[in-house]
T-cell receptor, first 114, second 114 residues
Framework: AQSVTQPDIHITVSEGASLELRCNYS??????LFWYVQSPGQGLQLLLK??????LVQGIKGFEAEFKRSQSSFNLRKPSVHWSDAAEYFC????????????FGSGTRLSIRP | NAGVTQTPKFQVLKTGQSMTLQCAQD?????MSWYRQDPGMGLRLIHY???????DQGEVPNGYNVSRSTTEDFPLRLLSAAPSQTSVYFC?????????????FGEGSRLTVL
């Protein structure tokens, strides 16, 4: 079955520290991959997406993610976090050629320590 | 520039009552969908539509109905509310389905069923 795993439920990092949020997926072929962010009381907003090509993709707000086929991973990174990055982050996948169904991970809540 | 608009933002129902969550988008998106968000479970797809007159089931469709009479509107109906339907509901739309385009989310509707 198609699945997306975000192994970390809650992460706390200090402001200015680097961040890596993990995402693993299970598919036979390369899926389309997304990271979304949800601020408190808001809907989700797309941070970045990967369809093909360069495995390191840049997104908004200084985030980047790297697709590693060998590890079935699509981890999100940021070199230096800001207090405003506190939010919940969701990894999502769409299986290539399977239209209209995007599967979300369970999310990782990020807290920022002053 | 409204984007995706959901109403109401908050609703309390008694078991057995029915109600409709409204969703409207002004971006001329063909694809629209409804998700529910529960703690620790991420977002789960309830129903989706790839265009006016076309709807299909997602992962958790039981207890919900949808219709798509216009491109702009995609209401979600709860026929007989149950406590298990207590959740936050998100409507999302996309110009090209979810395999090539990003989803645009509403701000959510928090439903409590007593």
């Amino acid at each position: 079955a198609q699945s997306v795993t975000q192994p970390d439920i809650h992460i706390t990092v200090s402001e200015g520290a680097s961040l890596e949020l993990r995402c693993n997926y299970s598919y036979g072929a390369t899926p389309y991959l997304f990271w979304y962010v949800q601020s408190p009381g808001q809907g989700l907003q797309l941070l970045l997406k990967y369809f093909s090509g360069d495995t390191l993709v840049q997104g908004i707000k200084g985030f980047e993610a790297e697709f590693k086929r060998s590890q079935s991973s699509f981890n999100l990174r940021k070199p230096s976090v800001h207090w405003s990055d506190a939010a919940e982050y969701f990894c999502a996948v769409v299986r290539y050629s399977s239209a209209s169904k995007i599967i979300f991970g369970s999310g990782t809540r990020l807290s920022i320590r002053p | 520039n409204a984007g995706v608009t959901q109403t109401p933002k908050f609703q309390v129902l008694k078991t057995g009552q029915s109600m409709t969550l409204q969703c409207a988008q002004d971006m001329n998106h063909e694809y629209m969908s409804w998700y529910r968000q529960d703690p620790g479970m991420g977002l789960r797809l309830i129903h989706y539509s790839v265009g006016a007159g076309i709807t299909d089931q997602g992962e958790v469709p039981n207890g919900y109905n949808v219709s798509r009479s216009t491109t702009e509107d995609f209401p979600l109906r709860l026929l007989s509310a149950a406590p298990s339907q207590t959740s936050v509901y998100f409507c999302a739309s996309s110009y090209a389905g979810t395999n090539t385009g990003e989803l645009f989310f509403g701000e959510g509707s928090r439903l409590t069923v007593l």
